[in-house]
């Protein structure tokens, strides 16, 4: 089994910064994308960002310039250093980890979420 853990929401001003930070463990063997998704209050889940292994990276269209991601392959660790956090960006952010190999099962990958840290933006 595979758990994430999340740490790093909280309040912040507009303007302000935050930095989440995602660690993946149990029987891990590979993990293909990790990256983080949010969702607002009456909205659909939506990526803000990801990381391939190999090292592509994605944005939503609405955080480009302003987060960035980053990723440890060595600790299985994910990190959004959000900046200039506007109040549109309040939400539950989620950790993925996205096709995901076991050393109990090297053949189905599977994808795993963390259980989301709330992200608030306001004066």
């Known amino acids: 089994q595979v758990q994430l853990v999340e740490s790093g929401g909280g309040l912040v001003q507009p303007g302000g910064s935050l930095r989440l930070s995602c660690a993946a463990s149990?029987?891990?063997?590979?993990?293909?994308?990790m990256g983080w998704y949010r969702q607002a209050a009456g909205k659909q889940r939506e990526l803000v960002a990801q990381?391939?292994?190999?090292?592509?990276?994605n944005y939503a269209d609405s955080v480009k310039g302003r987060f960035t991601i980053s990723r440890d392959n060595a600790k299985n660790t994910v990190y959004l250093q959000m900046n200039n956090l506007k109040p549109e960006d309040t939400a539950v952010y989620y950790c993925?980890?996205?096709?995901?190999?076991?050393?109990?099962?090297?053949?189905?990958?599977?994808?795993?979420w963390g259980p989301g840290t709330q992200v608030t933006v306001s004066s």
């Open positions: 149990g029987s891990i063997f590979s993990i293909n994308a």
């Open positions: 993925s980890a996205e096709d995901v190999l076991t050393t109990a099962d090297l053949l189905h990958p599977d994808d795993y």
């Open positions: 990381k391939i292994y190999a090292g592509d990276t």
